[in-house]
């Protein structure tokens, strides 16, 4: 055969080609050599012809091919294989924040081809995005050709059994009876069998399951028929597969666990795992099954660096349950008739007149010249306070509904393909504007009255009004519609979405650990409250903790992060509508009729609405991007449904703003 056309950098390549040299050398060689296949252009077929040439090199060199062979075979007897096909793409514990740090360390620190783990030397050596895709695209003669170069026999006890094992097929056996038994580990852990559906525990499918396997190999490694076996092993993995997903309708039911999600997502991938190494096993003359094999881990090899991926696949079900219960809540907040819209302007008016209450006590905090990390806590208790007051109440606080009503509005979106279904929707974008037009004007109508009352009030008690003139001033500028008052009011609608998902998270942690059920029945609190006492507290807290973490957390948040901000460097001030409008009422009330001959009122006073519409509109559209991704909906038809509203606001513009007088019907 004649020696094809070599290029430089192979030939150099196996000119330094040693199989006696140490692991670093050897290991270094190898990344070498997928470097030279890899290229530089990222093509698959580019690769794959290299492969076709390297291997027709081999052909006309049989020394350097038997060199080769070598190398390989101190390459296999210094790692473990089995350990790489069997656990690569796994969490090393059984836990989502283990798995978290894991990443972190390997995507932060670099790795060393110092090793003797299969696994950290296939991440160094297939660490390309492209690897994936010349490895599957590998046409069967080439990798016939490439079994056959680098097949060797099988070493050990299991070699002397049976002469005609190769050091793969053992390789595969080994892998496959350590993923089995990670997966019975798994399903007998108390975590997930006493959450499986009671059918699925008593079938109890993770008992057979290494007798199966074994059955599998000894008819294997016997040449005798595998196909009952084979049937057998793999009825039992696909009832663990079902069993373990039993598990999911026990949290949708009790709540979701981000490291439970995990274990279940790392359970069914291996399940998945062993039943591509038994198709490896099983395939032994084009080697398809392998190079399909190869190809996934290389793709794990990409995915199991993304930290966000890692995130984004085991918050999932976390995000549904989230923003499942805030459709709950969020219902209670959209009007469809004119009496809950009554209802809706006299809650409103009431936050109002206690976010002026708030208003007050945040300025007597800011007279205090505290520190600004002191004066933002204490301005965040007022806050908190005032908040859960607000709720404890009935009222209603404008800013607080949109994230709520997002998620109760994407869950309709489930059937938008049909016309009756998308006229439904655009009714409850109706009912939802109405609802917030009427908390917007409640709050903003009765806090600027009310503060300018309390302003009054204190100057009859104290002599002196709510804040000084140059205090009034200050607030005239800092709310100014041609300062940052819209790009604080967009950032303070970002943290009234963040409130909306720690409320929703709470929640779910709440019912969880069913500390409901543990205030009800627990001995020591049952013994300290009543039973009666401790039944209400429990009924309370289950109605509750969802607005509780919602406005502690807001409270908090409003009054924190701007000077946690201030101190890291980027200067974001908050501008919340309602308290805004206080502030408002309240540099008025300090300043005097005069006031009304100044522009800057009016520049202030034409920034409210605008505060408004931010704090709601990127409240809700957050909320709502989250929700369309937790309902699976994200593929929807956004023009069909902003042509159906932008057709409804043309029909019937005043929709949006009172209800008719049939809308209850």
Known sequence: ????????????????????AGLVERHVWLIGLLEWIRGNQGAPAAAVARVDLLLDLLDARPQTAQKLQAWWRALLHTVDGSTLLSDYGFG???????????????????????????SELFGLVLDDAHDAQWLAALPTTTLQRLAKLLSLPAVGPKAAQHPGLTHWHSTLLDAMTFCTSQIRAAGFSPEIRLRMSHPAREASPFHRLAADLDAVRDAWLAGQDTQAAVHQFRSQLEACRHAAASVYTHLDAHGISVDLVFRLRQLRERVLRVRALLDCLLD?????????????????????????????????????????????????????????????LANAAGGGALTALTTAMKFGIMALGLSAFWGGFWAGVSYAVSFVLIQLLHFTLATKQPAMTAPAMAAKLKDIADAQALGAFVDEVTHLVR???????????????????????????????M??????????????????????????????????????????????HRLDSAIRHNPRITAWLGLARADRWALFMRRNISGLAANISLGFMLGLVPP??????????????????????????????????????????????????????????????????????????????QGAVWARLRQAPGSFFWPARDSGA
């Open 1 to 20: 055969m004649a020696t094809p056309a070599v290029p430089s950098d192979i030939a150099t390549l196996l000119e330094t080609l040693n199989p006696e």
């Open 92 to 118: 090393s514990r059984n836990a989502f924040v283990s798995e978290l740090v894991d990443r972190l360390h390997h995507k932060l620190l670099p790795a060393t081809p110092e090793t003797a783990d299969a």
């Open 284 to 344: 032994d003359d084009s080697h398809r099954a392998s190079a399909r094999l190869l190809s996934h881990l290389a793709s794990v090899s990409q995915e199991q660096r993304s930290i966000g991926a890692l995130v984004a696949s085991n918050s999932s079900l976390l995000a549904a349950k989230v923003a499942e219960r805030s459709s709950e809540t969020g219902e209670h907040y959209i009007t469809r008739t004119r009496a809950e819209y009554r209802t809706m």
């Open 435 to 465: 609802s917030q037009v009427a908390a917007v004007i409640g709050n903003v109508a009765v806090v600027f009255p009310v503060a300018i009352a309390l302003s009054a009030a204190m100057v009859l008690a104290l002599g002196a009004p």
């Open 467 to 512: 804040i000084s003139e140059d205090r009034a001033h200050y607030v005239l500028q800092s709310l100014t519609l041609t300062g940052p008052s819209l790009l604080f009011a967009a950032f303070t609608g970002v943290l009234l979405f963040s409130s909306s998902i720690i409320a929703g998270w709470v929640e779910n942690w709440f019912v969880l």
């Open 564 to 641: 946690i901000l201030a101190f890291l460097g980027p200067a974001l001030d908050v501008r919340h509508v309602t308290l805004s409008a206080g502030q408002l009422g309240a540099a008025c009330a300090a300043l005097g009729w005069e006031v009304v001959k100044n522009p800057a009122l009016w520049w202030a006073a034409a920034s409210i609405p605008f505060i408004g519409m931010l704090n709601v509109g990127v409240s809700f559209y957050l909320a709502f991007r989250v929700a369309l991704q937790a309902h699976n909906v994200s593929g929807v038809g956004r023009s069909r449904i």
